[in-house]
């Protein structure tokens, strides 16, 4: 009978090795899913962080844009000239983010290269665009490990409802020599027109001075808008120019069936419109804490921004013939908080004049001597004296300046490397 039993010994090792080669298979493959899997989360994560970058660098670009939205800074300066802005045909102007590829900046775990391009009329100029605003594509591209992903966006350079023309919280007196040609003058108090010729030309800005309502002038000529009355030359009033005793009177608000200002008279001297100005200035090196005659930066462009801030103790600049003999020498904005500007005698300026009240001043005031010229605005907290020249200056480079502009999305996509 012992013969009819076989030896079954060892069979419990072989069982062994099996379970061992079937657990190690699945081992195998279920490390090969997770790895997968892995790579998977991992490659998703760059993608999310590489869109983060490009993402980073659309916003940098339209903060470079509320900095400076000159066509001249990001057009194609080439030589057949056929995408070359009109603002910088005899000496061309570039920033950083409109040569080669564009700007790259790098962080820890990928970068972005930004890029901006002007698009004029005939250069990918957007259908159905605004004749009157400046438009630019931005290009993004965000990087993350091997991932790779692209932004382009298009942004419309739009009026941030700043004043663009002359315009006194207080009171404006336009002297027997002045000269306002082009744009009007507009205050919250009394203004005081020595010569009513002293005005001159079409309103190239506001025009009939339409704003949110649909009262507005029968003609466009440059006029006055006064909320308290205009005395001296007031031949015009009822007409040209307007105050509180016209038909339709001026107002500080704009009722239905009454004139008021075509911009917001507050917002320029908002502490957040200020303290934007203050760091362009600071950026650019041209911030300031004292009075006096005002050295003007070298190479001036419509985006330099001048900054004085004085403290309790109010102070006053001076523009001088000495600094501005012509207006491509001073070119800007110049702001001064807390103080009062004088455009002295022989000076020329093109940009914006601001004097802002800061916390706890009463007023800035900005004067204008005879013989002096300011070629685009003035805004004062306080009052304004006009005894010589201001020309007004088109639409889109009063609203390019900084501090004039907000930048809309006017289309925008996101596109995978």
């Not at 899913?33 to 998703?44: E, I, K, P």
């Not at 605004?130 to 965000?142: A, M």
């Not at 007031?234 to 911009?263: H, I, K, M, Y």
């Not at 009052?383 to 390019?400: C, L, Y």
Request: hydrophobic share 40%.
């Amino acid at each position: 009978m012992r013969g009819g039993f076989r030896d079954e010994s060892g069979i419990a090792l072989g069982l062994a090795v099996m379970v061992v080669v079937v657990v190690g298979i699945m081992g195998a493959g279920l490390l090969v899913f997770v790895r997968n899997d892995l790579a998977s989360v991992v490659r998703a994560n760059q993608g999310q962080s590489a869109f983060y970058a490009a993402d980073a660098g659309a916003e940098s670009a339209k903060r470079e844009l509320l900095g400076d939205a000159s066509s001249a800074s990001y057009d194609a300066d080439d030589a057949s000239g056929a995408c070359d802005s009109p603002l910088d045909a005899d000496a061309p102007i570039s920033s950083e983010w409109a040569v080669g590829e564009g700007a790259e900046r790098s962080f820890e775990g990928g970068g972005f290269v930004a890029s901006i391009r002007w698009l004029g009329s005939g250069c990918g100029f957007p259908s159905g665009g605004d004749p009157d605003s400046e438009y630019f594509e931005v290009v993004s591209t965000g990087t993350s490990g091997e991932a790779k992903r692209r932004i382009e966006a298009v942004y419309a350079a739009s009026d941030a409802n700043a004043p663009l023309a002359n315009y006194a919280v207080g009171d404006v007196r336009i002297g027997d020599t002045a000269v306002v040609d082009g744009v009007s003058v507009f205050s919250g108090g009394d203004v005081e027109i020595e010569a009513a010729d002293s005005l001159r030309g079409a309103d190239e800005i506001y025009g009939d001075w339409r704003s949110d309502g649909e009262t507005a002038r029968l003609v466009e000529e440059a006029g006055v808008g006064a909320v308290g009355a205009i005395s001296g030359d007031t031949s015009e009033v009822g007409t040209r120019d307007f105050d509180e005793t016209s038909a339709p009177p001026f107002v500080g608000e704009s009722p239905e069936g009454e004139l008021s200002f075509p911009f917001d008279p507050d917002n320029w001297r908002s502490r957040s419109a200020l303290e934007f100005l203050k760091e362009e200035a600071t950026a650019q090196g041209n911030y300031r804490d004292s009075g006096g005659s005002l050295p003007w930066p070298d190479d001036s462009t419509e985006s330099t921004v001048v900054y004085v801030e004085f403290g309790e103790l109010s102070g006053s600049v001076e523009l001088s013939s000495a600094v501005c003999e012509a207006a491509s020498e001073c070119r800007g904005v110049l702001v001064v908080e807390n103080g009062s500007a004088t455009v002295e005698s022989g000076a020329v300026f093109r940009g914006a004049v601001v004097a802002a009240g800061g916390e706890g001043a009463e007023s800035s005031s900005v004067v204008v001597e005879e013989g002096a010229t300011v070629e685009g605005s003035i805004a004062s907290s306080g009052t304004m004296e006009i005894f010589g020249e201001i020309r007004g200056i088109g639409r889109k480079e009063a609203v390019s300046r900084p501090g004039f502009h907000a930048m809309e999305i006017w289309s925008w996509r996101e596109l995978y490397e």
